[in-house]
């Protein structure tokens, strides 16, 4: 059982990998002016939901099967995306918004949240894959 749930997340670390990865190659495509704001925007847009639940199946695989210190690991990073998802103002196309994504400094700041957060997925990634290994010599 616990050999399961640490394959499911690293499945879903994965995931979350491949798309910190997408968000860093779609910003900086924006930041060289590959691709317009509007396209940008659309495109990282329809992932947020998705990466989301990503993370909040994560931390609720590592609450289920009682693995406190993971789940605290992965708490700020699932809060942290809720409350940018809800903080979005009426009238926004999204999180990303192609009028304001270049006002303020917000390309420079989506960018660096984006490489943070590959850093933390990469982190769990290797905590995943420790685990995994430790749960399944110890079966």
């Known amino acids: ?55 909040c199946l994560s931390m609720m695989l590592m609450l289920v099967s009682m693995h406190w210190f993971i789940f605290l690991l992965n708490m700020p990073v699932a809060a942290w995306n809720i409350y940018r998802y809800m903080r979005i103002p009426m009238g926004n196309m999204g999180v990303f918004d192609p009028t304001e994504i270049h006002n303020r400094g917000l390309l420079k700041s989506y960018m660096k949240e984006a490489m943070i957060k590959l850093g933390y997925h990469l982190l769990c990634f290797f905590i995943y894959l420790y685990s995994m290994i430790l749960a399944l010599i110890n079966e």
């Open 1 to 55: 059982m616990e050999a399961a749930v640490f394959i499911l997340s690293l499945v879903d670390c994965c995931a979350l990998i491949f798309l910190s990865v997408y968000f860093i190659i779609t910003l900086s495509d924006l930041e060289c002016d590959y691709i317009n704001a509007r396209a940008c925007c659309s495109k990282l847009n329809k992932w947020v939901i998705p990466e989301m639940v990503g993370q």
